[in-house]
Nanobody, 122 residues
Framework: QVQLVESGGGLVQAGGSLRLSCAFS????????MGWFRQAPGKEREFVAA???????NYADSIKGRFTISRDNAKNTVYLQMNSLKPEDTAVYYC????????????????WGQGTQVTVSS
């Protein structure tokens, strides 16, 4: 059974940076596509970024150029570096995993973390 644990959220001023981490356990990390999603209050969960097991990345247009997804297969961890944060980036950020890249991109990945809160003040 895959387990995902996010960390690194917090309160930051607009223009600041945060790095989220998602620790993966239970299976072979390098075989999984990893993704980040977010859900703001009163809104649906939305795709942020994904890092396929073969090192291809995808980003939502809203964060392109500001956020970077990366993974460390030796540490079984995926990261989301968030720069130039805006108040509209405020949300709970979730990590997702699946052996199917398509499932992660569609938001139907098999495994999800509990989420970490990111709050950006203006």
């Amino acid at each position: 059974q895959v387990q995902l644990v996010e960390s690194g959220g917090g309160l930051v001023q607009a223009g600041g940076s945060l790095r989220l981490s998602c620790a993966f356990s239970g299976r072979t990390f390098s075989s999984y596509t990893m993704g980040w999603f977010r859900q703001a209050p009163g809104k649906e969960r939305e795709f942020v970024a994904a890092h396929n097991w073969y090192s291809s990345t995808n980003y939502a247009d809203s964060i392109k150029g500001r956020f970077t997804i990366s993974r460390d297969n030796a540490k079984n961890t995926v990261y989301l570096q968030m720069n130039s944060l805006k108040p509209e980036d405020t949300a709970v950020y979730y990590c997702a995993a699946d052996t199917s890249a398509r499932a992660v991109l569609r938001g139907t990945g098999a495994y999800w973390g509990q989420g970490t809160q990111v709050t950006v003040s203006s």
